[in-house]
């Protein structure tokens, strides 16, 4: 009953849920039975196991371990992948083989291009120095190209197949009818177009004598009278650090260092400026912007963009010859595994074109292995040591008749010992006629041709003396010379009678003013007083006073030319004298 009377309700519970329940619970337990053996199954956990880990770097465990599905597939997939990263365990040449190849366009110069290492472009160095850089090279100094460094490499022999495919079916022979070998080279394509950037801006600044502050590199001249150099990195202005003695243990704190082609640029104007070497030979060089050089100024002070009318460096010209085969770039130390001997005989300045022409020409010149009695006695009449001559100095005393030629096997001596004494009294006669030929000029100490003054340079203040007689290799011949511009010691000169000692002893040194100055149209020079210094301290105004002077490389260019000169004349004198029987 209830409260007020009426029936109570009463719930009644259903007993068959219970077995809904037990049911529902059994399903429970089977799928966490199925879940835990399909974990069974798994690879486990490498870190929870304590199992080796695969490492994607060190400290950093490679995330496709804790990928659940398709472990295995994802790890295969993953070794996959690593075998395939090192490109360069693949061959050099993989695309050559193949015959895959492009092309790049530079200033509108259209080049082919190979591919090393899969995608690596790279460019032959011989089609870009015939087509790209030729004009470049033909007219800047060497001293241009040492401001770089680009290393270049030996061509494997798909690779040189593929470029003279390219050059025949391609372009029609346009890069030469030279073939392609092992011994040519290839230089990354992005070196070669950072390349002919500097070479264009090192030829408008040399040759075209065009200048403005937005090139990459220039001077700046402080209150109109010091000039300082500077390379542009990333759109800042930096000067050297050494150029700055005084305030250097302040301004190292705010200094940077330059590198690649930022220091290539700097070397190009060090070099313009006449500065030394060891200044900034090496690979890094420390600078400091030049706001920061700024403000260590007085107020005031101006600094305006500025470049040289004329450096310590030239243009030359045009006709110069030997630039090419790869001299602007780091070669590999070792050699390429095919050598031709042809390749090296057309390389021969004088265009030999067969071996048999070299090897006459190598016998010509080779010092005989035994000099006879008769011509080791005239050479010692001469001051002269057999042992100390080359070949060609002995082929050049036998063409001007002051030695006895060499007697081939089998040839019967037809001189009796009164007509080689006869012969040995002319050679005697004509040295001594020389001597009183030149005898005049030494008592005379004025030199009688024309000789042009050299300015007197201003200096810098130097530890070292801005003039020095030094030993320099020419031709060959081991030579002193003095430099031209104060502590620029790459630019030379030599005296002229140490030109006519050292490289045609038996011509009179009237006859070499007349050869050098009115039939080359060679310049003599005056030195001016710190060359004459110099000159009189160590003994080279004892002929003239002043000495004439020859610029060394006048001598390099006209050499082949005074050779053949020398030759016609000597060989006159020998043409006249009397035969003796």
Not at 299 to 318: C, H, L, M, N, Q
Not at 359 to 364: C, I, Q, W
Not at 402 to 414: I, K, Y
Not at 533 to 558: A, F, H, N, S, W
Request: net charge positive.
């Amino acid at each position: 009953m209830s409260g007020n009377g009426g029936p109570m309700l009463v719930t009644e519970e259903r007993h068959d849920d219970e077995a809904e329940i037990d049911d529902l619970a059994r399903k429970i337990k089977e799928a966490n039975k199925a879940k835990l053996a399909r974990a069974a199954s798994l690879p486990p956990n490498p870190l929870a196991g304590g199992g080796p880990v695969a490492m994607a770097r060190p400290g950093q465990p490679a995330i496709q371990q804790f990928f659940n599905g398709a472990a295995s597939t994802n790890g295969t997939a993953a070794a996959g992948k690593a075998a395939d990263a090192p490109q360069l365990d693949k061959p050099v040449d993989e695309e050559s083989k193949k015959g895959k190849f492009g092309w790049v366009d530079i200033e509108k110069v259209f080049l082919p291009l190979i591919f090393r290492y899969t995608t690596e472009k790279y460019t032959s160095v011989r089609m870009v120095e015939r087509k790209l850089l030729h004009r470049y090279l033909q007219v800047l100094p060497p001293e241009v190209n040492s401001c770089t460094c680009i290393r270049s490499y030996y061509i494997t022999d798909a690779e040189s197949k593929l470029l003279n495919e390219i050059n025949l079916k391609h372009t029609d022979c346009t890069f030469g009818k030279e073939a392609f070998t092992s011994k040519d080279l290839v230089v990354k394509l992005k070196d070669t177009r950072e390349f002919h950037k500097f070479l264009d801006l090192c030829h408008k600044k040399l040759v075209l004598k065009k200048s403005n502050a937005s090139d990459r590199c220039g001077f700046f001249r402080i209150n109109g009278e010091s000039v300082v150099p500077y390379t542009v990195k990333e759109g800042v202005k930096y000067v050297p650090l050494f150029y700055f003695e005084g305030e250097t243990d302040h301004l190292k704190l705010k200094s940077e260092s330059v590198e690649g082609w930022d220091l290539a640029y700097l070397k190009f104007c060090c070099k313009v400026q006449g500065i030394r070497n060891e200044l900034f030979a090496n690979d890094t060089c420390k600078v400091v912007a030049l706001d920061e050089i700024k403000g260590h100024f007085p107020a005031g002070t101006t600094f305006e963009d500025y470049w040289p009318a004329k450096g310590s460096i030239e243009p030359v010209p045009s006709s110069r010859h030997g630039v090419s085969a790869g001299n602007w770039t780091q070669k590999p130390a070792g050699q390429p595994s095919a050598k031709p001997i042809q390749s090296a005989v057309q390389m021969q300045p004088n265009g030999l074109q067969n071996l048999n022409q070299l090897s006459a020409l190598n016998a010509a010149y080779r010092l005989p292995q035994q000099l006879t009695a008769a011509q080791l006695q005239q050479l010692s009449l001469q001051g002269l040591q057999g042992s100390q001559m080359t070949g060609q100095q002995l082929q050049q005393l036998i063409r001007a008749g002051l030695v006895a030629g060499q007697q081939q096997p089998g040839q019967v001596r037809q001189q009796q010992p009164g007509a080689y004494r006869q012969q040995q009294a002319v050679d005697m006669a004509a040295l001594q006629r020389q001597q009183q030929r030149q005898a005049p000029a030494a008592a005379n100490k004025a030199f009688p041709g024309k000789l042009t003054q050299i300015k007197e340079f201003p200096m810098e203040k130097s530890n070292q003396p801005p003039y020095k007689l030094q030993k320099a290799l020419i031709d060959q011949k081991i030579v002193p010379c003095i430099n031209v511009r104060p502590y620029v010691f790459h630019d030379l000169m030599m005296t002229l009678p140490d030109f006519v000692k050292h490289f045609f002893p038996d011509l009179p040194l009237e006859k070499s003013r007349e050869m050098l100055q009115e039939i080359l149209k060679v310049v003599l020079y005056k030195g001016n007083t710190g060359h004459q210094e110099i000159l009189r301290q160590e003994g080279k105004c004892q002929l003239y006073d002043p000495v004439p002077l020859v610029l060394v490389k006048d001598i390099m260019t006209y050499m082949p030319q005074i050779k053949y000169m020398f030759s016609s004349i000597t060989s006159e004198p020998a043409n006249k004298r009397p035969r003796v029987n």
